[in-house]
């Protein structure tokens, strides 16, 4: 199952957590504001943490090869 995934007929188009209606952006915008993952997590129940830890992870990949 993918972790994350995107659908026009879904938040027109924006990356959700599969399974969920939970904009991926919002978890950056609770890291951003100073929340925790589990705030977040306490927030979007449908979220699970094997979904968070994909997208850190992800980004992270992302950041290093920008940097590279």
């Not at 993918?2 to 007929?9: E, L």
């Not at 969920?20 to 979007?44: E, I, Q, W």
Request: charged share 20%; hydrophobic share 45%.
């Amino acid at each position: 199952m993918s972790m994350v995934s995107s659908d026009p007929s879904i938040l027109a188009g924006s990356m959700v957590f599969s399974g969920t209606r939970v904009p991926v952006r919002s978890l950056f915008d609770y890291l951003v504001a100073g929340d925790s993952t589990k705030d977040f997590m306490d927030d979007f129940p449908t979220v699970s943490f094997e979904q968070i830890r994909h997208v850190l992870q992800s980004a992270e990949i992302a950041i290093e090869k920008m940097a590279a």
